[in-house]
């Protein structure tokens, strides 16, 4: 080819406006989706203040009178005799471990004593869990695990249903 020949210059090929296209798309479903999933939902557009006009701080109000109400159904069955020291205090260890977990959003069921102490502000749940261990676990002939009142087994369960 002599050297004072011009040539005309190469076109870009269709899929380099494909792809543009593409990414632009791409771009647009990327805003649309942080939109779409950070946008306030019906639930949360629907609280409505109480009649006094204040929102409750407490938002975990719900949670806590299911497990008051629960811990009275394990009181009211342990004075009905249905349950014996060593069981309600199973089913106090398990009704709070529940609450734990709903409150946590993590199961708590299966934590060690150790595991729960190192969740965040779970001070008076370890305390509480610990002092089920003695009448959960001991057998009858030891005169120690009678040593904890169940009155006030299921009063220090409510407080940190309560508190917590």
């Known amino acids: 080819m002599p050297v004072d020949e011009l040539v005309d210059p190469v076109g870009y090929s269709g899929w380099w406006t494909v ?3 593409g990414l632009l798309l791409l771009a ?3 805003v649309f989706a942080v939109l779409w999933f950070t946008r306030a939902r019906a639930v949360e557009k629907d609280v409505r ?3 006094g ?3 409750s701080a407490d938002r975990w109000a719900a949670l806590r009178s299911e497990y ?3 811990l009275d159904a394990v009181e009211r069955r342990y004075h009905e005799g ?3 020291e060593r069981a309600l205090h199973l089913a106090l260890s398990a009704e709070v471990r529940a609450f734990a977990s709903r409150r946590l ?3 708590a069921s299966s934590m060690t004593l150790s595991e729960i102490q190192q969740l965040s502000g779970a001070g008076h749940l370890t305390q509480l869990i610990a002092s089920y261990y003695r009448p959960s676990f001991a057998e009858d002939q030891d005169p ?3 040593e904890v009142d169940p009155g006030s087994s299921v009063a220090r369960a409510r407080t940190v249903v309560r508190t917590w």
């Open 144 to 146: 120690r695990a009678h």
């Open 53 to 55: 006009g204040y929102l």
């Open 49 to 51: 203040p109480p009649a």
């Open 68 to 70: 008051e109400a629960r």
């Open 28 to 30: 647009g479903a990327v």
């Open 105 to 107: 959003g993590q199961d």
């Open 82 to 84: 249905e349950l014996d």
């Open 19 to 21: 792809a543009g296209l």
